[in-house]
């Protein structure tokens, strides 16, 4: 099964790649269907560092759903200006635990008058359930692309340290 998405959100690529690799705006985009909470001992981090993250779904923030893990990684080799976030993990237990493939990317690049160009390819595998998660899949999917188009306006880019400086001074 493959989903994709291809948007044109209005903010920064720079505000894009800080927020895709934000675990709290991933919260924000799955609400209200999902929410996430850590099987961490730290929690949830501020940004997704490569390596594997166990996680628990909550079904409308409220019912567990199930486990999974997300293992983040970022691929090197890509043309100028683009960078991407992939998403190798899956779930281990619940209803989403039906997908034995989960490949999931999200790339930003820059568009000429200083917007983002926002990518997003879904391949996931679940057999013979692949008719029947399709169409759940392709429309939680186009609501995540709602959000993100929702969101973005809101989202900027501080280097680090700027913000710290500007309080401090």
Do not use: N
Request: glycine content about 8%; hydrophobic content about 45%.
């Amino acid at each position: 099964m493959r989903v994709l998405l291809k948007l044109e959100l209005d903010c920064t690529a720079d505000a894009a790649w800080r927020a895709i690799r934000s675990p709290a705006v991933l919260r924000e985009v799955v609400a209200p269907w999902l929410d996430l909470t850590s099987l961490e001992p730290g929690g949830l981090p501020t940004v997704w560092p490569e390596g594997s993250h166990r996680l628990r779904a909550l079904a409308f923030r409220r019912f567990p759903a199930g486990d999974e893990h997300v293992d983040v990684s970022y691929p090197g080799g890509l043309p100028a200006g683009v960078r991407m976030l992939r998403d190798s993990g899956g779930a281990t237990s619940g209803p989403l635990a039906m997908f034995d493939r989960w490949d999931h990317r999200m790339a930003v690049s820059p568009l000429p008058d200083g917007r983002t160009l926002y990518r997003d390819q879904l391949l996931a595998h679940a057999g013979a359930l692949d008719l029947v998660a399709w169409y759940p899949t392709w429309a939680f999917w186009q609501w995540r692309g709602a959000r993100l188009k929702q969101l973005a306006p809101g989202w900027s880019f501080d280097p680090p340290g700027t913000a710290d400086e500007r309080a401090a001074a």
